[in-house]
């Protein structure tokens, strides 16, 4: 896959594609991020992006010019974009696009290639929007000086989604905000693991290797992880997670994700298939909360 991203401020990728997944997928081969400096297509001597809109108003709008003409230095066909299969995407990062979720992170990881302009100032001349942007993309309800960071928070969603970027494959599957999860709903059962397990939680003979998945989440959001040590400055490990009930530490897990979903996003909770266990859980945890 090969990820454009098109900027005035091409040094403020150094730190976001230098760490964590995203390098060690660049040095895999599993991605190719390009990073296009805008202002080094420019002609004139002050190498000028912006310009006052028509009509007045605050503010500067980036011109059309150097966008339209770096991604035609890309080799992207612009007159052809409208109902192109070609497999790619020019995506528009601003505070009036779509809102970018994980399914959309998804649809983007299956592209070979995800061409990224990032919006400044009041904005992009609307020209940009209308004739070779496929989409219009905002990462929240909320204004950003610029779409360096949406841009960066994208390529980590959709490169972690690429097969080989993570240790475990398993992983991206089964996240509170994948589809796949949303997709089976919370009345599905899965089998959590220990990510570790004391000593003295082992009785002699019993296997240490608990059940294989790391999140029962169903959609909703992920419940608490403890490591060791089991005891540090006084603060335990809860007694359920190193007693080796796997059903005990299944109905745990998932009573504290809908206790975290309830008291801080109650609207996934319209998203999912409950349970009648999920519900008598929530009934619960209601009837605690308003004591």
Request: aromatic content about 6%; hydrophobic content about 40%; charged content about 30%.
């Amino acid at each position: 896959m090969k990820i454009d991203i098109l900027t005035i401020f091409p040094d403020f990728f150094r730190g976001p594609l230098d760490h964590g997944i995203l390098r060690r997928a660049r040095e895999a081969g599993l991605v190719e991020v390009a990073i296009h400096d805008l202002r080094a297509i420019t002609t004139d001597r002050h190498k000028t992006v912006d310009d006052r809109p028509f009509g007045g108003g605050e503010g500067m709008v980036l011109k059309p010019e150097p966008i339209f003409e770096t991604l035609e230095s890309l080799g992207l066909r612009l007159a052809e974009r409208r109902g192109a299969a070609d497999n790619n995407a020019i995506v528009l990062l601003s505070a009036q696009g779509k809102l970018f979720r994980q399914a959309m992170a998804e649809e983007f990881s299956q592209l070979s290639r995800l061409v990224l302009i990032c919006g400044r100032y009041e904005g992009v001349d609307e020209r940009v929007s209308e004739f070779i942007a496929d989409r219009e993309v905002s990462v929240g309800d909320y204004v950003l000086t610029g779409g360096e960071l949406a841009a960066a928070i994208i390529a980590d969603a959709v490169v972690r989604l690429l097969p080989g970027a993570l240790g475990n494959e398993a992983s991206a599957r089964q996240e509170s905000f994948s589809s796949a999860v949303q997709a089976g709903g919370l009345g599905k059962t899965a089998d959590p693991r220990y990510t570790e397990q004391s000593a003295t939680a082992v009785a002699p003979g019993r296997a240490t290797s608990g059940p294989s998945s790391t999140c029962a989440s169903g959609g909703l959001l992920d419940y608490p992880h403890y490591t060791r040590p089991a005891d540090y400055r006084g603060m335990k490990v809860p007694e359920v997670l190193v007693s080796g009930n796997h059903t005990e530490i299944r109905r745990w897990r998932r009573r504290k994700s809908l206790e975290k979903t309830l008291r801080n996003r109650p609207d996934l909770l319209e998203r999912v298939a409950l349970s009648s266990e999920d519900r008598e859980l929530i009934a619960q945890i209601v009837a605690e909360m308003r004591k």
